[in-house]
């Protein structure tokens, strides 16, 4: 497909459009009308390769076709960015000093333009004469009928009961809801990723015998991405009537759909709806179904999560198929790759039997075709190894491995273009990598693979996207953040195969040494290198003049002395990311990178950034998070597109003690960087100049600040009532001592959903009773004589509370129904409390909670035992008596939790775990952590 590369040029013929850049190219008006000509060709050709994209491989024509269309759109991206490239230029606040650098900047960089100007006219040429060409391949399109065209077929039961593994409890509380005698139409949904099982669990259930003998008539029907509702009845008319009339072929809508309702009006049915895409599907097919009180039910099967829960009657009709158990797995390969010795491995062949269902990750559809595979080959430990190592390249080489790259192709087809790409982005990312949500956001703007909107940031339309491969189960989260958002995501080892795949084909990333053969191709957009940066491939420097983006994960071995001499030909480099990465200094040469827009060297070893950094002058991101880095040069108020800077490192031993996180010294210009989005942290000098000039920086959603002084604290609140974007707001006193006065603000974001306040409090800010949206609070140092749950316990939303010695009282007491939502409880360093009170109703959905250093705490909190849904009580330095509850006294009260984990440090600074989860045994097992 040449549409991925076709939509990363107009996405920078987008941004050439936004006035700034139309202003420097009214210099040359030819350059602009060319522009226009080529955006128009471009549009085209878009919807061209578009509509044919069914037919690529079957003609050898069109593929010829389509491939030069790529090539075009990558040499429109290659001019396209050049002509940033020769915009840049760095600003200065005298205006007859700016005026010169403007003059200069123009006469200097006026011929490259009119040689771009050359370059477009020749890309327009050839792009018209691939349009008129084009006229010669009709619209591929084809006239079939869609789902009905694939549903006529009677069915035949896949698997027997002995022969279908795994998913046990599930399909018995499936096979429950089928035959519970509920006088109601009701819809279940079964929901997975591609391959999961989902037709085959459905099928199981469809053939049972004593399933079909409660309804009086039947369906199965394949729904399919070209949704044809009138194909769709038709095909169910004929299944239900028990013989095809060919006379239904020319009902139109209408009336097919009067016949199905009146035949089903007063029948019991079963209808199976498989492989929905859509929710207008549901919609449309739903209301062709009579809903009657005779006991009928719809089964419905789909990759979306959203779809599924829309469909479903309630949440608890949708069923969930995240892949089998191991033992299931092992299991299901065993009875495919050793049919002929009765399911058993080979005790030779189980080392890398065992990684080659790993690999599988539990999703059936790759186990029995994986299995099926190694059921022709010899069984030698030698050949089984090969194929474990090569699994990747068999499954687009091995035939009997097609069915893998099948089942996951109409899945990635259905995408849009963008999410195509934001799709194939994670196969720069190693196996196994589990990614963080807001990093992946970051590169995924800064790759233009998400733009703004009119009312949406290019940040909040990636979230939009990464939400809808996640519905879609394409990609899997790894861990959820307390909001439900994600808090890191991965792709599965099958599933990134079939990426990786793609992205060669595509030329979308080069994977090395995953993919040896990447070093040889004549074009490399995004170069990810998995290991040593010594061992990395030998690339022409024609190659590395196109390389967009660079990646090193995992390297133990660095040279930055290597990296540093091929800084000079990524001249359109905009993504570089060497987290991670070995590296003591700053490589220089990177402010060579003129186009750069995303910079990460978080946890390097770098301390210092020069002052050439303001030569990037389209940088968004950058990222010096756990580095050494504690003072960033004036020159960083020059980079006016920068949109996301983190500079703090966390030095935390046992505990987090104030001061363990230090922050970073700015300069004078930060009102300058009005795009700024997150910000995090500065420290505050000894004047309030910074604090004044935040209120300039209107798009922030994050801010973090520390070393605040009690004088600065007037002029930090007008700052932040200026601050109507913020999301995230973590203050910090310059010591532990210093008053942290933040009550006067009238007025704060009401957007504000995780608040950290650090220093000491004279009285508890009124304001923050006003937060409704505020799910997670630290309060920190505050040292109040006031008890903060009382101006916590009505807010709606709350999930998590921090409290670190921030009360000096010695009760705190949860009233009866309060904090409905709290989640997480934390109570750490109040050296007077000696009592805890938990009231009826008082944190029901709490699941974890942390006692910390509080001596005087000799006894369990009251009103732990009503706490139904705790998971997990974690203890820190706790006094012996309030052990000894937990060992034996007060056992009962916390014999519900399934975690108890008491941790003690020892006289080396160590940590001692005590387990005390389950039953209490006198000797309970020790271990140093």
């Not at 069914?54 to 991206?77: M, N, P, S, T, W």
């Not at 018209?128 to 006529?152: E, H, L, Y």
């Not at 990465?581 to 750069?596: D, G, N």
């Amino acid at each position: 497909m040449a549409e991925l590369a076709i939509s990363a040029a107009a996405s920078i013929l987008i941004e050439l459009a936004v006035p700034k850049i139309q202003e420097k190219l009214k210099f040359n008006k030819d350059l602009e009308d060319d522009i226009k000509i080529m955006r128009d060709r471009l549009g085209t050709l878009h919807a061209y390769v578009e509509a044919n994209d069914d037919h690529r491989g079957a003609d050898r024509r069109l593929d010829v076709k389509v491939e030069k269309v790529r090539e075009i759109a990558f040499e429109i991206e290659d001019v396209l960015d050049e002509i940033f490239l020769h915009s840049a230029h760095v600003r200065h606040s005298h205006m007859i000093i700016q005026e010169a650098r403007r003059l200069g900047h123009n006469i200097r960089h006026r011929f490259p333009v009119h040689r771009i100007s050359g370059k477009i006219a020749n890309i327009n040429k050839r792009l018209d004469d691939i349009r008129s060409q084009a006229v010669a391949f009709p619209d591929g399109r084809s006239s079939s009928s869609g789902s009905g065209a694939r549903t006529g077929q009677r069915l035949s039961p896949l698997l027997l009961d002995d022969e279908m593994v795994g998913y046990t409890n599930l399909k018995e509380t499936f096979m429950g809801r089928l035959m519970d005698g509920e006088e109601r139409l009701v819809t279940l949904a079964v929901v997975g990723p591609a391959g999961s099982g989902k037709t085959t669990f459905i099928k199981n259930m469809f053939w049972k015998p004593r399933i079909r003998g409660r309804f009086d008539c039947h369906a199965w029907v394949i729904v399919s991405k070209e949704f044809d509702l009138k194909a769709l009845v038709i095909n169910m008319l004929k299944q239900f009537c028990d013989w095809r009339k060919e006379s239904y072929n020319r009902l139109d809508i209408s009336e097919a759909l009067a016949q199905i309702r009146k035949y089903l009006e007063k029948r019991r049915y079963l209808v199976v709806l498989d492989d929905i895409w859509e929710k207008e599907h549901w919609d449309r097919i739903k209301d062709a179904l009579p809903n009657g009180p005779l006991g009928s039910r719809i089964i419905v099967s789909t990759r979306a999560s959203n779809v599924a829960s829309l469909c479903a009657s309630s949440p608890q009709y949708v069923y969930e198929l995240k892949g089998l158990e191991w033992l299931d797995a092992w299991s299901l390969f065993c009875k495919t790759a050793f049919k002929d010795n009765n399911g058993e491995c080979p005790s030779e062949l189980k080392t890398y039997s065992s990684k080659i269902v790993k690999r599988c990750e539990g999703l059936p559809f790759a186990i029995v075709a994986v299995g099926g595979a190694l059921a022709q080959k010899r069984r030698l430990p030698i050949e089984w190894e090969t194929f474990h190592k090569c699994l990747g390249c068999e499954i687009g080489s091995d035939p009997s491995l097609t069915a893998i790259s099948k089942t996951l192709l109409p899945g990635y087809l259905d995408l849009s273009s963008k999410l195509k790409s934001c799709f194939l982005y994670f196969g720069v990312f190693p196996e196994d990598y589990s990614v963080e949500r807001g990093r992946l956001i970051r590169l995924w703007v800064a790759e233009r693979l998400a733009t703004e909107t009119d009312c949406r940031t290019a940040e909040e339309v990636a979230e939009d996207y990464l939400s809808e491969l996640i519905h879609r189960n394409l990609v899997h989260v790894s861990n959820w953040d307390l909001d439900g958002r994600p808090r890191n995501c991965r792709v599965l080892s099958v599933v990134l195969t079939f990426i990786v795949q793609k992205c060669k084909e595509e030329a979308f990333a080069s994977i090395f040494p995953r993919e040896n053969s990447s070093a040889t191709h004549n074009i490399i957009r995004r170069l990810s290198v998995h290991g040593d940066s010594s061992h990395s491939p030998h690339i022409s420097i024609n190659v590395y003049a196109v390389i967009r983006s660079v990646f090193l994960f995992r390297c133990g071995v660095f040279s930055p002395d290597h990296l540093a001499d091929n800084f000079r030909n990524f001249k359109l480099l905009r993504v570089l990311d060497l987290q991670g990465a070995p590296l003591a200094v700053f490589p220089e040469q990177i402010t060579r990178l003129i186009l750069l827009r995303y910079l990460s060297l978080r946890e390097t070893d770098i301390r210092t950034i020069p002052g050439s950094i303001k030569q990037l002058l389209y940088l968004q991101t950058l990222d010096l998070k756990q580095t050494g880095v504690t003072e960033l040069p004036k020159a960083i108020s020059l980079l006016h597109n920068l949109r996301h800077l983190f500079v703090y490192k966390y030095n935390v031993d046992n505990f987090v003690a104030f001061g363990s996180v230090v922050g970073v010294k700015f300069s004078k210009g930060i009102e300058n960087l009005t795009n700024l989005q997150k910000l995090s942290l500065v420290k505050v000098g000894q004047k309030d100049g910074i604090i004044r000039d935040l209120k300039k920086l209107t798009q922030l959603r994050k801010l973090g600040l520390t070393g605040i002084r009690r004088e600065h604290c007037k002029t930090l609140c007008a700052s932040l009532e200026e601050l109507k974007n913020l999301t995230t707001l973590d203050l910090c006193s310059k010591t532990e001592e210093e008053f942290l006065e933040v009550g006067d603000i009238r007025d704060p974001s009401r957007n504000i959903q995780r608040l950290y306040l650090k220093g000491r409090l004279i009285a508890f800010p009124g304001w923050i009773s006003k937060l409704d949206n505020l799910i997670r609070i630290g309060l920190k140092w505050s040292k109040s004589k006031d008890c903060p749950l009382k101006a916590l316990k009505h807010l709606p939303n709350l999930m998590e509370i921090q409290l670190v010695d921030s009360f000096e009282g010695n009760k705190l007491e949860f009233e009866a129904s309060t904090f409905k939502k709290l989640k997480i409880l934390a109570i750490e360093k109040l050296s007077q409390l000696n009592t805890v009170v938990i009231e009826e109703g008082a944190m029901p959905e709490l699941q974890k909670m942390n006692l910390r250093r509080c001596p005087n705490l000799k006894i369990l909190p009251l009103g732990i035992d009503k706490l139904s849904k705790i998971e997990e009580l974690v203890v820190h330095d706790m006094a012996k008596e309030f052990i000894a509850g937990l060992r034996r006294e007060d056992r009962q009260m916390v014999q519900h939790i399934p975690v108890i984990h008491s941790l003690t440090l020892n006289n080396q600074q160590g940590w001692i775990l005590e387990n005390l989860s389950g039953s209490f045994l006198p000797d309970a097992s020790r271990h140093s952590s």
